[in-house]
């Protein structure tokens, strides 16, 4: 469990402690994030950042009237082919879950148009690790784990901004953390040093889940 | 050996969503009709290799020109990335936008891109984009299309035979590397274009500049988005295209270092370096400088591989009725999930409601049918909305009661799409006729009540579940007797000052027939003609608590769904739910998943109490005996006017009147059957 507050200096201080370290597999769940506030309230900022990624099967495309007529251009050989882009974009966020206290990971994700993913599709790109979801049970808005008393991954407002986005939930992680901690026998983390440990040590538990270093 | 053509990937452009937000809100509050061009600015950064983790070979992943809220308001580009001038035209009808004479803007992005090479001797315009759009607002789609105007060489540009290679393999050394590195991520945003100048040739020290500080010899830089090993990305074409034109004479070989670096890398250096020559080697050296503007190219192509414009759908994002539709649904889904996983949410959801009455009741059961998710609610009333309506039934407001009063059931019905747009609400004024109540003589009247009753059993067919929520006992018969004869699900609530009763009718056909259930009507000994003699919870005099509708409300709707998720549905024996019948909670035979289903719930609000009660069905009863369906089915309108008219008919018609004769005393004993008392389950 983490508080508010703690949950403030525990983001800063890891936004500070990220910002020149040299990209590696340890370091980029932990990099390129950046601390935001409610623009008019107090109390409710969060982290966020911008990763690519790339979707593993094609979607199928819109079978819009527009794309039949088709527009001339002078043949130009210097021209490369264009490979399809497969280029998604995922916003990421960390934000503090009030109800349970504990940081909770948000993430919406869009092709190169700017249009959502349908969770469907977001399952199959690299965002996620290719075992994670082995078990799981897909609805439109959710993804269920059998036997777990929340869906692993559901659709919700984000919490400062309202937007529509898909959240992990985030009772579980918390007790993994914890866990963890007092394996490493962090008995300070309430230090400023702990908390960046704390959110580091979160940030690894997610990432068991979701592939955070692109 | 023939030398290589150069061959430049184009630019995939990336929009997020903020852009199309941002868009949005322009095109409502700036530009409105207005299709001015709009100066927005873009962004790249460099092409990028990506390990995939599972075949663990290289992706390479282009960089795409990336438009964003921010593109319109100022120039915050993000980290490490170069910023590009960009023209916004946007249409306002997609005939505009497929009409729009694309040559022309083309050629005028180009122009002003050559203009600047030739008078202002810049570089801050090469990079410049176009991308016209149309956004349909009502369906969240935007339809667009960018252009990178790229001047096209001639003769071509190609390269010698060594190719594009590591930059550390052309002679830069690790610490040039990292000082050209440092010089450059030190200037945010990165600029686009530069020359690297080496002072002296003892010297391993490089400088980073602006391109107007190339001297013969010097390699030219420019920010690489491509990510392809043997192509550089367009941005070179123009960086070339202004090179050749400024220094003619220097311009027949050139080296050329396309930066693909902006973190310090782990696994070396991918920045690359070509040697880049003016035609194929068969020209002369002086090759023919152009002064006019060289032809461009650059359309983006769609996803189909066409050049065509492209379309974004944020309607999932953005439409609300879809958004609502998907929380309405998930928190429905996160109860069945968490608390009753056999839940048939689906089942609930398709149940189609009839809700005769559309007062305080009906206000009330439909507010809880829609958080069941349920998707299809009619309501049906005769009244108007009155000023003392809305302070009890949540769904009007005081505007309604305004000119007479809007009427009640379309009100109602309009009040509930607001609070859910996804819901099939309809609302229908319409009186229901009442035994005992007679048609007066009148050819027109008569057909009146005729095409009313004909409505009502059009509606109750079309319908799963019928609502009796009506402030009359009599107006209650007409839609028993129907629904009875079509074997509908018939819920009612009926309220007094304190007390409310709320039931479910019994099944027509049960297998069954000893444990028939009841209806309304089937404790009566009198036809439902007379009000007056209220022996029910009739409402003659409205007065109730006010907390007691929505109680009565909220246990009809569940008492519904309850009964729904029951295997048996509405062939379901009644159960009670006495402490000495614990047995019943455990039978599966007479809960549901989410438990009892109770045939009758009678509820004493001065006690806080809920009684449960089963009542079984009377032949000779008025609503529901098979001597009444029948004459009904057979006779049709006519025996309904009998009905209305004569306040004896049903009496006569089930035998009533002879039992009433045998005296009131001995009928008293066809009470309700109750059940043990004590029920605070
Ligand atoms: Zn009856």
Redesign the interface.
């Known amino acids: 469990m983490l508080t508010r507050p703690q949950f403030d200096i525990a983001c800063r201080a890891l936004v500070g402690k990220y910002a020149y370290t040299a990209p590696s597999p340890a370091t980029t769940p932990l990099k390129g994030w950046s601390w935001h506030e409610h623009a008019s309230i107090n109390g409710l900022g969060y982290l966020s950042r911008r990763t690519i990624h790339t979707r593993f099967s094609c979607f199928g495309t819109d079978d819009e009237e527009l794309y039949r007529e088709e527009y001339e251009e002078q043949q130009d050989e210097s021209t490369a082919t264009a490979v399809p882009d497969a280029t998604l974009v995922c916003q990421q966020y960390i934000v503090y879950s009030a109800t349970y206290q504990v940081p909770a990971f948000y993430f919406t994700m869009h092709d190169c148009n700017g249009s959502p993913l349908a969770l469907a599709d977001i399952v199959n790109t690299s965002l996620f690790r290719p075992s994670a979801f082995d078990s799981a049970e897909l609805t439109t808005f959710a993804l269920n784990i059998p036997d777990r008393m929340f869906p692993l991954l559901s659709q919700g407002d984000h919490p400062t901004l309202g937007t529509p986005s898909w959240y992990l939930h985030p009772c579980e992680s918390a007790g993994a953390v914890d866990e963890l901690m007092r394996e490493l026998g962090e008995a300070e983390w309430t230090t400023e040093e702990g908390l960046v440990r704390w959110i580091e040590m979160w940030i690894m538990v997610v990432s068991t889940v979701v592939e955070l270093c692109e | 050996m023939p030398l290589a053509?150069?061959?430049?990937?184009?630019f995939?452009?990336?929009?997020?969503?903020s852009?199309?937000h941002k868009l949005t809100q322009l095109k409502l509050d700036v530009l409105k009709l207005s299709d001015a061009q709009v100066d927005i600015t873009g962004s790249y950064g460099v092409g990028?290799l990506?390990r995939d983790?599972?075949a663990g070979a290289w992706?390479s992943?282009?960089a795409?020109l990336a438009v964003e809220e921010e593109s319109f308001t100022d120039t915050k580009i993000?980290t490490r990335s170069v910023a590009a001038r960009g023209t916004l035209k946007n249409y306002n009808t997609i005939e505009e936008f497929?009409a729009a004479d694309?040559t022309m803007l083309f050629n005028e992005c180009a122009d002003k891109i050559w203009e600047s090479i030739v008078t202002n001797k810049d570089t801050s315009l090469l990079n410049s984009f176009l991308i016209i759009t149309y956004a349909d607002l009502k369906k969240y789609k935007?339809?667009y299309w960018f252009a990178f105007p790229a001047f096209?060489?001639s003769p071509?540009?190609h390269i010698t035979e060594r190719g594009w290679v590591p930059a550390i393999q052309a002679g830069f050394s690790e610490a040039q590397m990292s000082s050209i590195y440092e010089q450059l991520l030190g200037n945010q945003p990165l600029q686009a274009f530069f020359v690297v100048l080496t002072p002296s040739d003892a010297s391993t020290e490089v400088t980073v500049s602006a391109i107007d500080a190339y001297v013969p010899g010097a390699t030219v830089g420019f920010i690489d988005p491509s990510a392809?090993l043997q192509?550089p990305g367009w941005p070179l074409?123009n960086l070339l295209a202004y090179l050749r034109y400024s220094y003619p004479d220097s311009m027949s070989s050139l080296d050329v270092l396309s930066w693909r670096d902006t973190?310090?890398p782990?696994e070396g250096w991918k920045s690359r370096v070509g040697s880049l020559v003016v035609g194929d080697g068969s020209l002369s050296k002086a090759a023919v400088v152009p002064n006019a503007r060289p032809?461009a190219?650059g359309?983006e192509?769609?996803?189909?591989?066409?050049?065509?414009?492209?379309?974004?759908?944020?309607a999932?994002?953005m439409d609300p009725t879809r958004?609502a539709n998907?929380a309405v649904?998930?928190n429905l889904?996160?109860m069945r999930?968490?608390i009753v996983p056999s839940l048939d949410l689906d089942k609930i959801a398709a149940t189609r409601c009839l809700l005769l009455g559309a007062g305080t009741l009906g206000c009330y059961v439909a507010r809880c049918l829609m958080g069941w998710g349920v998707r299809t609610i009619t309501l049906v009333d005769s009244a108007r909305v009155s000023f003392s309506n809305p302070v009890r039934q949540p769904l009007f407001q005081f505007s309604d009661c305004l000119n007479g009063g809007r009427p009640k059931a379309e009100c109602a019905a309009e009040r509930l799409r607001e609070v859910w747009p996804g819901l099939n609400a309809s609302g229908y004024t319409l009186s229901i006729p009442m035994p005992g109540h007679p048609i007066p003589v009148s050819p027109s009247l008569c057909e009146q009540v005729q095409q009313d009753v004909e409505k009502l059993e059009k509606l109750i067919e079309e319908h799963d579940v019928v609502y009796l929520l009506m402030d009359s006992r009599e107006s209650r018969w007409l839609p028993t007797v129907i629904a009875r004869s079509k074997d509908k699900l018939v819920m009612n609530a009926a309220l007094g000052f304190d007390t409310f009763l709320v039931m479910r009718h019994g099944a027509r056909h049960t297998l069954d027939d000893n444990s028939r259930l009841g209806c309304y009507y089937c404790n009566d000994i009198v036809a439902p003609a007379d009000s007056l003699t209220d022996r029910t919870l009739d409402q003659m005099c409205t007065v109730t608590r006010p907390g007691l509708a929505s109680i009565a409300a909220s246990t009809a709707v569940e008492l519904m769904v309850s009964v729904l998720q029951h295997p048996r549905s509405i062939h379901a024996s009644a159960s009670s739910s006495s402490s000495s019948n614990y047995a019943d909670i455990i039978d599966v035979e007479k809960t549901s998943v989410l438990g009892l289903v109770p045939h009758q719930l009678r509820g004493y609000l001065a006690q806080f109490r809920n009684l449960h009660i089963v009542g079984a069905a009377y032949d000779k009863c008025t609503g529901c005996s098979e001597i009444v369906i029948n004459a009904y089915e057979t006779e049709g309108f006519s025996m309904l006017l009998n009905a209305f008219n004569d306040s004896k008919y049903l009496e006569r018609l089930t035998g009533l009147d002879n039992l009433f004769a045998e005296g009131e005393k001995a009928l008293r004993d066809v009470e309700w059957i109750e059940e043990e008392e004590d029920n605070d389950f």
Do not use: C
């Open positions: 053509l150069v061959q430049f990937t184009p995939p452009s990336l929009s997020h969503p852009f199309w990028r990506i983790r599972e992706i992943v282009n795409n993000p497929k694309k935007y339809y096209v060489a071509s540009w392809q192509n074409r973190e310090i782990r032809n190219v359309w192509k769609n996803v189909q591989g066409k050049l065509g414009p492209r379309v974004a759908d944020l999932p994002m958004l998907q649904d998930l889904k996160l999930w968490r």
